[in-house]
């Protein structure tokens, strides 16, 4: 990893991964308890339409860098710019690293002004390509995204992404450039193919869920799905699954402290309402991030085992 594909990387998202949640959260920007230090009144903001933070204790601020070498050295480690980028590549752990596009909440249309102006089959070249790279089927992906074309009304000019709708009727955005969300942030709801389903499948992202049917080989579940896009619309979810009478809840959240968190979460709240049973599958793709970086991981393998097609 270079600096900037570090500079590349959400920091709200870096964050969360190392376990930090902010106290106080706005459309643009977040209030967190310093990750440098102990402290009861918290401190350190992150804006996220820049992507930097400043330590109001410190008097310091900068990018993701300057975070990594800062945190570094509040645990008495070593912290140099190298040892920065080799410590925000373990934390991300080769996550696929899109440029930083701040999410777009509702309030912010008007500064943002991205706009869906066209939603067509998934065709084009550079967006299945971007599927390939990340080992996902077209047959697969066309069953669920949509190909849109997105606007920009403050430049006028166009792009095209792969679209996920989501229950509050926007849309999870992206391609080998971009991760976004468009309209108002929400979760994305699917039904199963079985009408007498039991269960329901919660996944964190639209590449997750897509993977685990590409590692069981069919096209849709028989129980229903539902897919946070951000783990932070987990209490979204819940009245999907206490207002339908599954008797099983399986989760397929990342192998970080985020994950880790979260399923802790979702088994409290399983505790409060048995007999509903909590089956998390995070051990199935253990050494890996997530659904989608073991399936790129064991794809890439075989192509370069001798003899592989």
Not at 19 to 33: F, H, M, R, S
Not at 42 to 51: E, G, I
Not at 104 to 122: N, R
Not at 155 to 175: D, M, P, Q, V, W
Request: glycine share 6%.
């Amino acid at each position: 990893m270079n600096i900037e594909e570090a500079k590349a990387i959400p920091m709200a998202e870096f964050l969360e991964k190392l376990g930090y949640i902010p106290e106080k959260n706005y459309p643009n920007k977040a209030l967190y308890k310093s990750p440098f230090r102990i402290e009861k009144t918290a401190s350190f903001w992150l804006c996220r339409v820049k992507n930097a933070w400043y330590d109001h204790g410190i008097e310091k601020g900068g990018g993701i860098l300057q975070f990594a070498i800062g945190y570094l050295k509040s645990q008495n480690v070593d912290h140099s710019a190298g040892d920065a980028l080799r410590f925000i590549n373990l934390i991300w752990k080769n996550a696929t690293i899109t440029p930083f596009v701040a999410e777009i909440q509702p309030d912010e249309q008007e500064k943002y002004k991205l706009k869906i102006e066209i939603v067509s089959t998934l065709k084009h070249s550079a967006l299945l390509n971007y599927l390939l790279d990340r080992c996902i089927p077209k047959e697969f992906a066309k069953k669920y995204f949509k190909e849109v074309q997105v606007r920009n009304t403050n430049t006028g000019k166009f792009f095209k992404a792969i679209g996920l709708k989501n229950e509050a009727g926007g849309y999870e955005i992206r391609n080998k450039l971009l991760k976004a969300s468009v309209g108002e942030k929400d979760i994305s709801f699917i039904r199963g193919s079985d009408e007498n389903r039991t269960k329901i499948h919660v996944f964190e992202g639209m590449m997750d869920f897509i993977s685990i049917l590409v590692f069981s080989d069919t096209t849709q579940f028989e129980d229903d799905v539902i897919i946070l896009n951000s783990l932070s619309r987990l209490k979204k979810a819940i009245p999907y699954i206490t207002n339908y009478t599954y008797q099983e809840v399986h989760s397929w959240f990342d192998n970080d402290n985020s994950g880790a968190r979260h399923r802790e979460i979702l088994n409290d709240f399983i505790a409060d309402n048995r007999p509903l049973k909590h089956i998390s599958h995070h051990k199935e793709y253990e050494g890996h991030k997530d659904p989608n970086d073991k399936l790129v991981s064991e794809k890439k393998t075989a192509i370069k085992k001798p003899g592989a097609e």
